[in-house]
């Protein structure tokens, strides 16, 4: 997911979170965000984030990571609602 911004973004690609994100080179968008699924029955998580890298002019986010870990969900009728 990219979000646009007014100045054109640049970086060089990297890995955070054990995750090979991209370089980009005059990019239109200021925010870049990779979203990774995972089942995980260690963590007690449902959703969480990680910023990568920030912009070097004001420290905004620049590149983040969004965990989705399904290992809590639960296919009953009542969890159709919840999710």
């Known amino acids: 997911m990219s979000v646009g911004g007014t100045n054109t973004k640049?970086?060089?690609g990297f890995t955070c979170a054990e995750?090979?994100?991209a370089g980009v080179s005059n990019s239109p968008y200021d925010l870049f965000v990779t979203?990774?699924?995972e089942i995980n029955k260690s963590e007690g998580y449902f959703a969480a984030a990680q910023i990568c890298a920030t912009t070097t002019d004001d420290k905004r986010p620049l590149v983040g990571i969004f965990f989705m870990n399904f290992a809590a969900m639960v296919d009953n009728k009542i969890s159709e609602e919840l999710y």
């Open 10 to 12: 640049s970086f060089n």
């Open 35 to 37: 979203v990774k699924a």
């Open 19 to 21: 995750e090979t994100i």
